[in-house]
């Protein structure tokens, strides 16, 4: 399985060589795919043709090339990390069980699930994927009490911030929200990508805060996700979309993650620091690692110099299910049933990531001068790894196979199926929320 995901083993199967220019375009295409919000579609894009696999393994038309985590410790005393998250039980350890209780919501009571997400709707023929419940080890996590929740709630504000990922979780809580009381869209920006909501009987505010890296960022995208240069990030200024907001909210979810390993040139105290994937640009290549680990110590200082004090939760990345391929050359997710533990790796860029989270994480949550900070670790990554059942796959669209079973379709192995797995990161804030784990 390992072998099936890694790049190395697509350039050996795929010799298309493609030129540089078509495959720079259509890498921000699919990219913007899989990552932007509006996740418009084009025709251009050609599964399974192995359309970025080029046969020189260093060259620089490999968008992603294979990262060596070896230098990234891994945090390895986890039963440290437990006792300082959860006293009794590690609620992020644990398997997937049956449960024929079925989901809260459905694509007819939940109006507001998008339509990429919308499996059901799309015609997503089965639904064992819906059958299954989070059981942490060591104890049972209660499901989502929405009632008890939007009590908990009133006259409170909260926040998602972060990538796609981010907005696809939002629309989990308020489809299990919609079930008690209907959420009132008061706000979107100019292309929906930030949004808030209000509970009226309960003055609750809930929004998504579309900030992908986190901090600030030129993105030169153009209506169809063809990308005209590299990305410019400024890796010691925080976007202030939410920054600004931060005072005003109660809560807080904040993650980052796959935005990450996008090709992109890194600026620092005002000047070029180096890049990320930028060969033949004259830069120093420092790795998505590095800009990533900067970026979550800028986030987690401002959490904790903050006068404001929030009760934030820290999302881990989310991992995404491509087999035989990746999101840009015909990858795709038909499994149907979770995976037991250990049955499955987590890819490099993952546990590179994860490792960097958790490393600032635990620097920041066990400062003492940071103790009164409400920062909470959602550390979903592991368990959503278990989920290569719950991905939109081809049903990203509208009854993909309608017209022809044979179709060649985009697959979405990243985003998940609404209702399916990520319900449960919901369960798992709200046992942390209310038992204060
Ligand atoms: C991890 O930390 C615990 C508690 O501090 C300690 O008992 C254990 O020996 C440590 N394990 C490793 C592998 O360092
Ligand atoms: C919900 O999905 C079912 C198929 O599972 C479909 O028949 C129905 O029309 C959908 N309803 C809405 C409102 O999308
Ligand atoms: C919510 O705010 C209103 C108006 O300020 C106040 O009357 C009410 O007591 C508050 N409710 C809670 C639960 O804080
Ligand atoms: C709603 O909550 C806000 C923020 O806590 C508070 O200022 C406002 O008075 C509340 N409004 C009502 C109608 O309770
Ligand atoms: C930016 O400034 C900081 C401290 O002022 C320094 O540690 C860092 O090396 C500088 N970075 C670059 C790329 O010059
Ligand atoms: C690359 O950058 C270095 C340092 O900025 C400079 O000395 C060198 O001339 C540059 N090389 C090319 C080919 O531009
Ligand atoms: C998934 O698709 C592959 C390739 O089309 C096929 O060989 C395999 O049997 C499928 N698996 C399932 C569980 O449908
Ligand atoms: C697709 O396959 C199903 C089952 O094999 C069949 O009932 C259906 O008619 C086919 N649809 C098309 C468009 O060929």
New binding site residues.
């Given amino acids: 399985m390992r072998s099936d995901l890694s790049p190395s083993s697509l350039y050996k199967h795929n010799h298309v060589f493609v030129k540089f220019a078509v495959s720079f375009l259509l890498v921000g295409l699919a990219f913007r795919i899989l990552f932007s919000d509006s996740f418009i579609f084009s025709s251009v894009v050609e599964p399974h043709t192995g359309l970025v696999a080029n046969e020189e393994a260093e060259s620089p038309l490999i968008p992603f090339p294979l990262q060596t985590p070896d230098s990234v410790d891994f945090p390895?005393?986890?039963?440290?990390r437990f006792?300082k998250v959860a006293e009794k039980c590690d609620l992020f350890v644990g398997s997937w069980v049956e449960d024929f209780s079925g989901p809260v919501y459905t694509n007819e009571s939940c109006h507001v699930i998008e339509g990429h997400q919308n499996c059901m709707r799309n015609g997503r023929p089965d639904s064992g994927y819906l059958q299954w419940r989070w059981k942490p080890r060591d104890c049972e996590l209660p499901r989502f009490n929405p009632e008890k929740f939007l009590d908990i709630m009133k006259n409170k504000s909260w926040a998602f911030i972060g990538d796609s990922i981010s907005r696809n979780h939002v629309q989990s809580l308020l489809c299990i929200l919609s079930q008690v009381e209907p959420a009132v869209e008061i706000y979107h920006d100019e292309e929906y990508r930030s949004k808030r909501w209000k509970f009226l009987s309960h003055n609750f505010t809930l929004s998504v805060i579309w900030s992908p890296f986190l901090v600030k960022a030129a993105i030169f995208e153009d209506m169809n996700g063809v990308s005209s240069s590299e990305i410019q990030l400024d890796l010691d200024s925080l976007d202030n979309k939410w920054t600004d907001q931060y005072n005003n909210l109660d809560y807080v979810v904040i993650a980052g993650g796959k935005w990450f390993l996008k090709t992109a040139i890194y600026h620092e105290n005002s000047t070029v620091a180096g890049c990320h994937n930028c060969a033949g640009k004259n830069l120093t290549e420092l790795g998505f690692d590095y800009a990533y680990r900067k970026v979550l110590q800028q986030v987690f200082d401002f959490i904790t110099k903050c006068d404001h004090k929030a009760t934030v939760f820290f999302r881990t990345t989310t991992p995404d299910h491509f087999e035989n391929g990746e999101w840009f050359s015909g990858g795709y997710c038909n499994r149907t049933l979770p995976f037991k533990e250990g049955e499955i790796d987590m890819k490099d860029e993952d546990k590179t990531m994860r490792a960097i989270e958790l490393q600032e994480f635990e620097k920041f949550a066990s400062a003492r001068s940071n103790q009164e900070v409400n920062l909470k670790l959602l550390d979903t990554t592991s368990l959503s790894l278990l989920r290569p059942d719950g991905h939109p796959g081809p049903y990203r669209q509208f009854h993909p196979f309608a017209e022809d079973n044979n179709s060649e379709v985009q697959n979405d192995c990243l985003h998940w199926c609404l209702p399916g797995p990520i319900d449960s990161w919901n369960d798992l804030v709200m046992e942390v929320l209310a038992n204060g784990r």
């Fill in positions: 390895g005393n986890d039963s440290q006792q």
